[in-house]
């Protein structure tokens, strides 16, 4: 099945500083990509609809000059937390569609 | 917005039982798709099975099937024959064919399986 991969997978910060995740999709082209965020023992929350191309859509909530989004490439999103602090510790997901809907492996963000 | 509900945080199940985890949502569309997602320890999500609203059948993926009663906006994961390597986190989540095909989560399911 379809890749996608996400890198770094874990990444320990100081606050203050900002940090960039990105989101590959291997073997095919999205136009479309998806971040997540995932609070221990919760769910998935939906942060921002990232197109190719275009701004991201952020969900009601998200600080978009927080998570800076770019989805510069068909193959490529981008997500920067700026300005990181200890609560925007948390696992954070990408997803792409190609066809189907398929997930990265996620990053563990710690800010100390 | 739609919303998904999964009241069950946590099921719990004898290895070789069947289970059934619950699901459901709300949405004002008429088309549009459910999934089960899996997620173990490792945190990858994987899907188990889909549903198109407008397909009656319900999905079925070899020990895992639903019940899908769309005028009940339900949508129950079966598991038979459960295995050990079941135990996971199981999320039901709804997709929109519009704005974006964005898909959104329930709370999710813990299922604990025991030997």
């Known amino acids: 099945g379809a890749v996608v991969s996400q890198h770094p997978s874990r990444v320990i910060c100081k606050s203050g500083t900002s940090v960039k995740i990105e989101c590959r999709s291997l073997?095919?082209?999205?136009?479309?990509m998806f971040w997540y965020r995932q609070f221990p023992k919760q769910s998935l929350m939906l942060m921002a609809t990232?197109?190719?191309?275009?701004?991201?859509?952020?969900e009601q909530g998200v600080e978009k000059d927080k998570f800076l989004i770019n989805h510069a490439s068909l193959t490529l999103s981008t997500l920067t937390v700026t300005s990181a602090h200890p609560e925007d510790s948390s696992f954070y997901i990408c997803s792409a569609i190609g066809g189907e809907q398929y997930f990265g492996p996620g990053t563990r963000l710690t800010v100390t | 917005a739609q919303t998904v509900t999964q009241s069950q945080p946590e099921m719990s199940v004898q290895e070789a039982e069947t289970v059934t985890l619950s699901c459901t949502y709300d949405?004002?569309?008429?088309?549009?798709?459910l999934f089960w997602y899996k997620q173990p320890p490792s945190r990858q999500m994987i899907l188990v099975i889909r549903q198109e609203a407008y397909k009656q059948q319900n999905a079925t993926e070899n020990r895992f099937s639903v019940n899908f009663q769309k005028a009940a906006k339900s949508f129950s994961l079966k598991i038979s024959d459960s295995q050990l390597g079941d135990a996971a986190m199981y999320f039901c989540?709804?997709?929109?064919?519009?704005?974006?095909?964005?898909?959104?989560f329930g709370a999710g399911t813990r299922l604990t399986v025991k030997p």
């Open positions: 949405t004002s569309e008429s088309d549009y798709y």
């Open positions: 989540a709804y997709r929109t064919p519009y704005n974006n095909n964005d898909m959104r």
């Open positions: 990232s197109n190719e191309g275009s701004k991201a859509t952020y």
């Open positions: 073997d095919f082209q999205a136009t479309t």
